[in-house]
């Protein structure tokens, strides 16, 4: 008997070839990857065991224009089976409900990720793919078309929760909820049976106006969030009780703490800040006390605690999933723990997510995915005993054609900005490649969010090979980095949300990483700092490549009756106000930091591109800063692609992009 790690080993280095759902690919040696390689869609984009382990569920294009489902015999073995497959639409979200039945919901974005946006709809299918049903309508342009529905739920059902089921169990209900479509969403939840189509009441009522619901992993609602106005509350209903009892109540964007998951035995888990910087730990609740306990469950120092409980099927607790600059799995089992052991042996210097079914038994089944910073991601199975080497066989690679010897390494710096506030810095670059590279500062949107993590991400990895050494700052205003460096952020947009960008690229040109070549880039809030940076450091980069931006701050801010946008008047006078500032009160401070009206002191060149369809950064914004940048006499390169929202989803649409992109650098970098 092998161990298992050796027999992984050897398997992968003998097996690649019979990878049963990926298709094959080849370029020339030396050459640049097309952009092709980094923009195509997914070859597998999920891979999910059903409840015994049965069943491997694989969604994805495998061959296909379009991403379907197909489902393995894991037990049987023989070849995978295509069991859904539409003609005009994208199968997506899959879910299993018993060990016998999927659920699934299925996107158009053929046409542009605006046509394609709204409600994706909701279908069921067994495992041999009889008994398909669509259960929810989509709501869009298009309608993917399934001759063998019936009456179907409204577009403004959502799927809650899929109740974890107990190997045997035939039970083929979900809990969805209506949405009531108005400034609150309130929801009314309800069970669905995947194989009728017919609904019925809970048996539980919410609060009055709840807007969302966390239930445990039987689908038992536990807590109920509610709105009204700029005000939240969290209530809590325990096992066996109809009562719902408050948590909390606060304004928004004010929580004590965030509702995060509950076990099975009833417990609370919330997330909340620790500390001077505020970094986000996961701790249980302590009922007796209504708070949190004092004592945190998990802490992740120098980050904020993002990650899952891993529960598996048989409603054991067995680790925790976190995610500091690289994810990690926390196994509280022995036997996890040398399994996690033995695969992250067979695969270094990556992330290998597990999850098991029949867990450290002989008739063990194992999943893997598979990932780094130069491998966009593969999925393994394991059947039988731990130390059968004849058991494990690859499913698949998210991008066949993504080689890994081709592409660029990424490491997490943390330096200084100008005010001694710490600020993580992302670097991709060619591992290959000698002294100060030709820079491309791209920063990420949002700007809420935080920016990246690591692992294998198409747009730094294009222009990476293209000998670009690639920078992503996580300037204030970024979440993942505690709640002081997100409120660092608050009302700073051009300004020392600005100066962070700056600070990075000039600490990468300090320790000889980028060279005095740069330019800036970025989508949505990183399109904003693209242009303020051409603004307030206009020696610092030579051009600057701005897509989906805001560029009419004012417009963004206080919206117009003349322009269509998906933000909310509750956003707007609750949240925008206090995060990028009030549309009345700073006036003179949105003017200063706002590009259209600073447009005439961009002198470098830019490339702009934009979404017909945008509503969270309408059109307009590219038109009137195009308009104020030909008044000054330095006119953009635009392009704008109809059917496309926030964001460019259709391929030929995603290399049209990158190739103009990659025209523009060259241009002016090199």
Request: with cysteine; aromatic share 8%.
């Amino acid at each position: 008997m092998k161990p298992l790690h050796r027999a992984l080993g050897a398997f992968r280095r003998l097996a690649c070839a019979a990878v049963f759902v990926a298709g094959l690919g080849a370029q020339a040696a030396n050459a640049a990857p097309p952009p092709e390689t980094f923009y195509r869609k997914p070859d597998v984009s999920e891979a999910l065991l059903s409840p015994s382990g049965r069943w491997l569920a694989i969604t994805g294009a495998m061959g296909a224009e379009r991403a379907g489902l197909v489902i393995f015999d894991v037990k049987n073995g023989g070849q995978p089976r295509r069991i859904v497959q539409f003609a005009d639409g994208d199968v997506t979200n899959v879910k299993w409900v018993n060990d016998d039945r999927l659920v699934f919901s299925a996107l158009d974005f053929a046409e542009g990720s605006g046509r394609g946006r709204g409600a994706w709809g909701l279908f069921a299918v067994n495992a041999d793919g009889s008994k398909r049903i669509q259960l929810v309508r989509r709501l869009g342009s298009r309608t993917v078309r399934d001759p063998a529905s019936g009456g179907l739920l409204e577009w403004n059902h959502r799927l809650i929760s899929t109740p974890l089921q107990r190997e045997g169990s035939t039970s083929a209900e979900v809990l969805v909820a209506r949405f009531t479509v108005n400034e609150r969403r309130t929801l009314t939840p309800l069970w669905l049976d995947t194989l009728t189509g017919r609904t019925r009441s809970t048996d539980f009522k919410l609060p009055t106006d709840t807007v969302d619901l966390l239930t445990d992993p039987h689908g038992n609602a536990r807590v109920a969030i509610t709105r009204q106005d700029g005000r939240l509350a969290a209530f809590w209903r325990a096992p066996g009780s109809e009562e719902w009892t408050p948590l909390y109540e606060s304004t928004l964007n004010h929580e004590p703490f965030h509702p995060h998951s509950v076990d099975s035995a009833g417990n609370l888990y919330v997330t909340l800040p620790r500390g001077p910087e505020g970094y986000s730990v996961l701790a249980r609740y302590d009922f007796a006390r209504h708070a949190p306990e004092a004592q945190d469950m998990v802490v992740t120092p120098g980050f904020d605690f993002n990650g899952s409980l891993r529960v598996e099927n048989d409603g054991q607790l067995r680790g925790v999933r976190v995610e500091t600059d690289v994810e990690t799995t926390v196994w509280l089992t022995d036997g996890m723990k040398g399994i996690q052991a033995d695969v992250d042996t067979a695969l270094p210097r990556r992330v290998n997510r597990i999850s098991c079914r029949h867990c450290g038994r002989d008739d063990m089944v194992l999943l893997v995915r598979s990932y780094s910073d130069r491998e966009p991601g593969e999925w393994w199975i394991h059947r039988g005993a731990a130390s059968d080497g004849n058991a494990w066989q690859q499913v698949g690679r998210v991008n066949v054609e993504a080689k890994a010897d081709d592409m660029a390494a990424m490491a997490l710096q943390r330096i200084s900005a100008r005010d001694g506030r710490d600020l993580p810095v992302w670097i991709t670059k060619n591992t290959a490649a000698k002294g100060p590279l030709p820079a491309v500062v791209l920063v990420h949107g949002g700007p809420w969010v935080r920016g990246n993590t690591w692992g294998w991400h198409a747009d730094a990895q294009f222009l990476a090979s293209r000998g670009y050494v690639v920078i992503e700052p996580e300037y204030r205003g970024s979440t993942g980095y505690g709640d002081a460096h997100l409120k660092a952020g608050f009302r700073q947009w051009g300004q020392a949300m600005q100066d962070d960008v700056a600070d990075a690229l000039r600490w990468a040109q300090k320790q000889g990483i980028a060279s005095d070549k740069a330019c800036i880039a970025g989508a949505s809030y990183g399109g904003y700092s693209t242009l303020m940076g051409l603004i307030k450091d206009p020696a610092l980069y030579r051009c600057g490549v701005a897509w989906v931006a805001v560029a009419d701050l004012d417009l963004y801010v206080s919206g117009s009756l003349w322009v269509d946008d998906d933000l909310s008047d509750v956003g707007r006078k609750y949240l925008i106000s206090e995060m990028v500032g009030d549309g009345k009160a700073d006036a003179e401070m949105i003017a200063a930091n706002s590009p259209v009206l600073q447009a005439a002191r961009i002198k470098s060149p830019l490339l702009l591109a934009f979404g017909e369809e945008d509503r969270r950064v309408p059109l307009a914004h590219g038109e009137r800063l195009r308009k104020a940048m030909t008044g000054a006499g330095n006119a953009p390169e635009w392009v704008t692609y109809p059917g496309e929202a926030h964001g460019f989803f259709v391929t030929r649409n995603r290399v049209d992009f990158a190739e103009r992109m990659e025209s523009f650098l060259a241009k002016h970098l090199k």
